[in-house]
Structures are given as C-alpha cells and as structure tokens.
T-cell receptor, first 116, second 111 residues
C-alpha cells in the first residue's frame, strides 16, 4: 500500500502526558499537512510542510504542539502536557508539489487521541 | 474569512437521487472539492471542480457550481447503501496549499 500511513491509530493517555504521532506521506509528495478533526466537525488545518520547511502554522497550534519533518519525508506531531480538549482525530495528508495535480490532498486514516 | 457551510443530515431511499448542498465564501478558490468519509476511515476525494466550470459529471456524480452565489452541490444518482457516509465540501481559497472544510453532511441511505 503506497498511501499515507499514520501511527498509532489510537492513543489513550492521561492528562498531562506527552504524545507523539507519526505520518509517512506518499513517497513522491513533497507537501505534508496536519489537520485536526473533532466530533461533528470537518478537518481543521494545523500546519503545513514543503519538504522539511514548516511554512505555516494555524492559531489552533498552541505552544504545546510541535511538528517536525526533519528529512522532508515522514513527519511527527508532538503534543506536550495533553489536555482533555486535545482529544480529537489527528489527520495527516500529503500532496504533490505546486503545479502538479489539482491541489487534492491525500489523507491517512488518522490517529485518534483520547485524553482522560 | 473563509467559511464553508453545508447541511448536516440527509436521508434518502435506495435508488433515489441525493443532493448535498454547500456554500462557501472565498471567491478566490481555484478548486472546490467533495470528500467522502466512511466510518473509521480517512477522507477520500470523491470529485472536484475547477472554478471556471459550471458542471462536472463523473459516472453517478454530478457537481454543479454557481460562482455568483458561491454555491456548490453534489448529486448522487441511484444512491446505494454503500454511499452512506459523511460528505465534506472543501475550498482551496487563494492559498494553493490548504483546504477549508465544511462540517460535513451525513448521508443515510435506507433500503
């Protein structure tokens, strides 16, 4: 399978703990995105990478959140000192470089975070 | 700012047509998209339309775009139980790299 893969699929943690999610994009895609989806809502943009450069961060991404894409391939999203409000599905997506395709995002199946 | 609105629920009988509507605010959107999300699965692109088009047909799917009213619709002909899912409308805005999604329309197809 050459789609976007995310790990873990589900994480249950206690409030105050740190969690890290990993995303492996489609190999030829140089753009990578993190979105957050809560129950009854559509995905909300968190951050975007082009290769290893993080080019935009949403206001939703507080200073407890950090995302990296060190070699321009896989990415990690870390949440420090988790709060119950962080409970959500964290979606990763990738896309080809600008000028190729229709701007379509290819999504992974998501990592569901439950903070107790 | 960017905003995408869509009705939350739609229920149809198997074999009928389904029409899901969406309104958006960003007139600079180059593309508009319909994504489908099945339970426990990620979002999958269903279809898209370029902003200079009025209509796009793809098998059972028909997308209509009214740029003047900033209204987008998705029609599914001969709706099947396998079409039951949440359908998200999304716009690209002027950024060319991020999408703004609506809250999704839950389509329920009754046998």
């Amino acid at each position: 399978d050459t789609g976007v893969s995310q790990d873990p699929r589900h994480k249950i943690t206690k409030r105050g703990q740190n969690v890290t999610f990993r995303c492996d994009p489609i190999s030829e895609h140089n753009r990578l995105y993190w979105y957050r989806q809560t129950l009854g809502q559509g995905p909300e943009f968190l951050t975007y990478f082009q290769n290893e450069a993080q080019l935009e961060k949403s206001r939703l991404l507080s200073d407890r959140f950090s995302a990296e894409r060190p070699k321009g391939s896989f990415s990690t999203l870390e949440i420090q000192r988790t709060e119950q409000g962080d409970s959500a599905m964290y979606l990763c997506a990738s896309s080809p470089r600008q000028g190729r395709g229709t701007g379509e995002l290819f999504f992974g199946e998501g990592s569901r975070l439950t903070v107790l | 700012g960017e905003d995408v609105e869509q009705s939350l629920f739609l229920s149809v009988r198997e074999g009928d047509s389904s029409v899901i509507n969406c309104t958006y605010t960003d007139s600079s959107s180059t593309y508009l998209y319909w994504y489908k999300q099945e339970p426990g699965a990620g979002l999958q692109l269903l279809t898209y339309i370029f902003s200079n088009m009025d209509m796009k047909q793809d098998q059972r799917l028909t997308v209509l775009l009214n740029k003047k009213d900033k209204h987008l619709s998705l029609r599914i002909a001969d709706t099947q139980t396998g079409d039951s899912a949440i359908y998200f409308c999304a716009e690209s805005g002027g950024s060319n790299y991020k999408l703004t999604f609506g809250k999704g329309t839950l389509l329920t197809v009754n046998p």
